[in-house]
């Protein structure tokens, strides 16, 4: 079954306790939402930076990741479609993850 990378854009951490508060409510959706479908919970991610040419670029902005399986991106969108952090006014960016044989 295809797998999808899901990252997370614009969101807003204000304090520790929130960030604890949004990543228990964000688990107990995955749990019961994606069951399954869900392939790495994955994390927050600390922003880092871009290479291009070898040599410092702008970063482009992350804050997080997460890793699902659905049959196509539009099961993958419906799966989706109401992930607590849409309420929160952030981005979620769907990619599938192509397999490629080496």
Known sequence: MPRFLITYHNMLYPNPDYVTASRKALRAWADEKLGDALVDFGSPLLLGGQLCSGQPADSVEISGF????????????????????LARGATIQIDECVEVDV
């Open 66 to 85: 997460t890793i699902i399986q659905a049959r196509s991106l539009a099961e993958a969108r419906d799966l989706l479609s109401d992930h607590p952090y």
